[in-house]
């Protein structure tokens, strides 16, 4: 962060506590609250999902044969949740060893055998049999270990990061004759060909994170790139974004509130990296536009998980502009889940009773939770 915008940020966190003191005092109990319902959330998280013996998951409870282990994307979520455990007030030190174990598992993933390197999908041997990269789903890892490096200093996980980095500006499209040509690809399984939303703007996130660390121009030139693609493809009219398109030109025009989570994220981090108002302003409009489309049932259904990535970016950009609407609409949702969708007796979110829970949904929740439970200055996610 540059340093006079630094400066400013932390002149304005101490206006605003002595302009409302009462801002504070309404949110301790809401903290506090939070702060429970994520300890329990994580619990019934490694009692009914977590393999201690390798360090990995099951993709649901109860598990009914097919696969022993998760794959990779909800791996990478309860990752997060596990980080988010760690940075706590007070307690976040208990979670220490926690994220040293999903350091562990998660390598059992890590193929080294393609040029560039990468997480598969699937655990490889002798767990598993590996799978196709998504790139998406190393995105997610990238800024997992972004995160740790920021809190603990871990160089090994910067470089990993770094890696993950350089994965995504491999699968970046060079064929100008492609429909919105250029953008990152989704997977690099045979069976699709989409560029999306999520495969590129976690990326320029990615980017724009490594950039404030190193300096080096070559990750906020690529930033821009990724995030010039989605505005360019996948703006729609309503000022949110669509999901992806494929070779042929057609766009799923689905709204995901993930979508709109990264490209808000990416914002905030441009306006850090760069001091460009535009850019802070492009994130309160995505925000704004967003609380007014997903509000009332609608954003019910989407995923948690889909929803705990748009919080976390709801949340960066309240960590600078201060928006106590953001938590409001955040804490609801939080409410609504934990009062009609949990199961009291095991502490897992059954949102089907037809199915099984899932890893992802699970994960979900816990990061909801204790993100809503950190202090304001942990919730932004560069910051060391």
Known sequence: MPKPLFLLTVLSLLLVSIAFPGLNAEAAPHKQKNMDRAIDSYQALQKYFYQADTKLYHEEYPHNGGNPYSYVWPFSRAMAATIDMSQLNKIGESYKDDVQDR????????????????YDSYVRPPFGNGGDKFY????????????????????AALNRAKQLFDLAVYGWDND??????????????PWSNDRNTISNAPAAEVGLLLYEITGDQYYLDWSKKMYDWVNSCMLAPNGLYWDHIDLEGTINKRQW?????????ASVLFYKATGDLTYLERAEDIADKALEYYGGSRLYSDPPYFNA?????????????????????MQAYADEMWQTVRDPETGLFQLDPN?????????????????????????????K
């Open 103 to 118: 350091l562990q598992g998660v390598e059992l993933y890590w193929n080294n055998e393609t040029d560039p390197p990468g």
């Open 136 to 155: 998406d789903d190393n995105h997610w890892l990238a800024l997992n270990f972004i995160k740790i490096y920021n809190t603990t200093g871990d160089e």
């Open 176 to 189: 100008s004759s492609h429909p919105c040509a250029g953008g990152v690809f989704w997977t690099q399984a």
């Open 257 to 265: 509130t993930y979508n709109q989570g990264v490209m808000l994220g």
């Open 309 to 329: 990535i748009f919080f976390k970016n709801l949340q960066l950009l309240e960590s600078v502009n201060h928006n106590q609407t953001y938590r409001k609409f």
């Open 355 to 383: 199915r099984s829970v899932s890893l992802l949904e699970q994960s979900a929740m816990v990061e909801i939770y204790a993100n809503l439970a950190t202090e304001e200055s942990i919730l932004n996610i560069d910051k």
